[in-house]
């Protein structure tokens, strides 16, 4: 596929995902919703990609959030979000395979928004994040407000969320919102660690892992997880896999195991 606001490359098993409009800091504009759909659409179909990576192109943006220039040219404000939400990403809910977001400079409005709803945030210490829309009139409808008071607890979102504050990344981390902090010269050894260290693992159990955890929280304690996990279809998928077979097997013979990801 060829686009225009983004760049998409596979290396391996892995989709690397690059927002591309640098000289508007990456915001989001019409056709970039359209063609993140795309792509994560084609990420989510290709049996034979494993693992996604978005990130940012240059150096002081990952994600400004919406271009608010081709807003305001916009008749319409609440025109709609692409099928699976903000950056085609945000209202994903069956999505399985894991993402990372890899954030060098802001990430603040939709664009941390889309961070949010990646499963790994990897980020350089001259990163920014905060959820802005307030300032301009607006709510973080992209799932900010949920995603962040989920996943940092009530009063420290409500800090950021009430405010229009944006933080630095190791306030950030601190928080526990940035999975790893690293130093602009360490970030492309970071990122390839990670995917290293994931495709190490099964893809299936990868998956069954990251689906266990999304739909048990959706559960009303940690006994209803637990006893409702084996009804989930990629983790009764893996249950009975290739993978699950290989993997005892590659043990006793003490060699690596060789994933089919079925």
């Given at each position: 596929?060829?686009?225009?606001?983004?760049?998409?490359?596979?290396?391996?098993?892995?989709?690397?995902?690059?927002?591309?409009?640098?000289?508007?800091?990456?915001?989001?504009?019409?056709?970039?919703?359209?063609?993140?759909?795309?792509?994560?659409?084609?990420?989510?179909?290709?049996?034979?990609?494993?693992?996604?990576?978005?990130?940012?192109?240059?150096?002081?943006?990952?994600?400004?959030?919406?271009?608010?220039?081709?807003?305001?040219?916009?008749?319409?404000?609440?025109?709609?979000?692409?099928?699976?939400?903000?950056?085609?990403?945000?209202?994903r809910y069956d999505l399985f395979?894991?993402?990372?977001?890899?954030?060098?400079?802001?990430?603040?409005?939709?664009?941390?928004?889309?961070?949010?709803?990646?499963?790994?945030?990897?980020?350089?210490?001259?990163?920014?994040?905060?959820?802005?829309?307030?300032?301009?009139?607006?709510?973080?409808?992209?799932?900010?407000?949920?995603?962040?008071?989920?996943?940092?607890?009530?009063?420290?979102?409500?800090?950021?969320?009430?405010?229009?504050?944006?933080?630095?990344?190791?306030?950030?981390?601190?928080?526990?919102?940035?999975?790893?902090?690293?130093?602009?010269?360490?970030?492309?050894?970071?990122?390839?660690?990670?995917?290293?260290?994931?495709?190490?693992?099964?893809?299936?159990?990868?998956?069954?892992?990251?689906?266990?955890?999304?739909?048990?929280?959706?559960?009303?304690?940690?006994?209803?997880?637990?006893?409702?996990?084996?009804?989930?279809?990629?983790?009764?998928?893996?249950?009975?896999?290739?993978?699950?077979?290989?993997?005892?097997?590659?043990?006793?013979?003490?060699?690596?195991?060789?994933?089919?990801?079925?």
């Amino acid at each position: 596929m060829s686009f225009d606001t983004i760049i998409v490359e596979k290396e391996g098993k892995v989709t690397r995902i690059v927002l591309n409009r640098p000289e508007s800091l990456n915001a989001i504009n019409p056709q970039m919703h359209q063609e993140l759909q795309s792509a994560f659409d084609d990420f989510a179909n290709d049996s034979s990609q494993w693992l996604a990576v978005l990130e940012g192109a240059g150096q002081k943006a990952f994600c400004a959030g919406s271009d608010l220039k081709a807003m305001a040219r916009a008749d319409d404000l609440t025109r709609p979000y692409p099928l699976s939400g903000y950056g085609g990403l945000v209202e994903r809910y069956d999505l399985f395979k894991p993402i990372i977001a890899a954030v060098d400079g802001y990430a603040v409005g939709g664009g941390f928004e889309l961070a949010l709803a990646c499963d790994l945030i990897i980020a350089t210490s001259r990163s920014t994040f905060g959820l802005p829309e307030p300032l301009i009139g607006a709510v973080a409808v992209g799932g900010g407000v949920h995603r962040l008071s989920r996943q940092i607890g009530l009063k420290q979102a409500m800090g950021l969320i009430l405010s229009g504050r944006n933080i630095p990344a190791k306030q950030a981390f601190d928080l526990g919102v940035v999975t790893q902090l690293v130093e602009p010269e360490n970030f492309e050894d970071s990122i390839q660690q990670w995917c290293s260290d994931i495709l190490r693992c099964a893809p299936l159990a990868i998956q069954a892992s990251k689906e266990a955890v999304m739909k048990g929280l959706d559960e009303i304690d940690v006994k209803s997880a637990i006893s409702a996990q084996e009804s989930y279809p990629i983790f009764s998928k893996m249950q009975n896999s290739n993978d699950r077979r290989e993997g005892p097997k590659a043990f006793s013979e003490k060699r690596l195991p060789k994933w089919s990801g079925d």
